[in-house]
């Protein structure tokens, strides 16, 4: 059995405790990574902040273990009946695999995220991950407990199109988990590393900008894992992370967007729509 092999057999008996181990594991590398090399240094009160962010985590993980059985089911559904790009071309297992990932991020993760931007009513949603100010690894699974599950269903329309086998399915979410804990990380990497892994992979310095407190900066830089897709997308934008302020322009008040309950009953409470602004201004905080 070769490195491939391995790869494709160890993912579709991936123990769930694995799964765990990346998530904790993950969090907690970066949070180490944040404390002693932070790009900024928040004022904020880090284990109240995390916490908060760390229940909107949980409701994502008990919605997808909760789901979990949908992916099983749809995985086993399109390989019985030779669904998908997979059952039509059957490339080798390292097309596979690259392929496989591309598109898996491309349809459950950079299009429903742009979508949820373009629609009111998924923006509702998805602006709850954009609320926090002060970005770190904490924030890359502050979703509302609907996000979650309007993503999910992402999910399985990418598992029918590409024909995912199981294995790709559980590399994929293991890849993104990864990919998203370090994207939000507030952490300083050297410029130029920062600049040249930008071109493959979304990168802190990258994502950055998609957290600003306003448009057009906000809807640009979607990308979880692979980098490509913004600049396939002409999504791409590059500017000065230091004059960034994290945030929502139509939800900047803190006694709005610090307390659980007021955050899950936001998508409820009506749309704002975004302030207008010129291209060419620079990113002023609001006064």
Not at 51 to 76: H, M, P, Q, R, Y
Request: proline share 5%; hydrophobic share 45%.
């Amino acid at each position: 059995m070769d490195f491939l092999d391995n790869i494709t057999y160890y993912f579709s008996n991936m123990p769930r405790e694995h799964r765990s181990i990346l998530l904790i594991g993950g969090l907690s590398i970066f949070l180490i990574l944040e404390y002693f090399r932070p790009y900024v240094a928040f004022s904020y009160n880090k284990l109240s902040h995390s916490l908060k962010n760390l229940f909107f985590t949980a409701c994502t993980v008990i919605i997808n273990l909760g789901l979990a059985w949908l992916l099983l089911n749809a995985s086993d559904f399109a390989t019985e009946n030779q669904i998908g790009i997979f059952h039509l071309a059957s490339p080798p297992i390292g097309v596979q695999i690259l392929f496989g990932l591309m598109a898996m991020d491309l349809i459950a993760a950079w299009l429903p995220h742009i979508i949820q931007h373009k629609i009111p009513f998924l923006w509702q949603f998805h602006l709850i991950h954009h609320t926090d100010k002060e970005v770190d690894t904490t924030t890359a699974n502050r979703h509302h407990p609907i996000e979650s599950v309007i993503r999910f269903i992402f999910t399985i329309i990418a598992i029918f199109i590409i024909g995912a086998p199981i294995w790709l399915i559980f590399l994929y979410q293991s890849c993104s988990l990864m990919m998203t804990q370090f994207n939000h990380a507030n952490i300083k990497l050297p410029k130029q590393v920062d600049h040249l892994l930008s071109y493959i992979i979304c990168t802190p310095g990258m994502h950055r900008v998609h957290h600003h407190y306003r448009q057009p900066y906000s809807d640009m830089n979607y990308g979880n894992i692979f980098s490509c897709w913004d600049r396939v997308f002409q999504t791409f934008v590059k500017v000065d992370n230091k004059q960034l302020i994290f945030g929502l322009d139509t939800y900047f008040e803190n006694k709005e967007v610090n307390n659980i309950g007021k955050l899950l009953a936001l998508p409820f409470k009506g749309y704002r729509k975004p302030i207008t602004y010129s291209k060419n201004e620079k990113l002023y905080p609001p006064k």
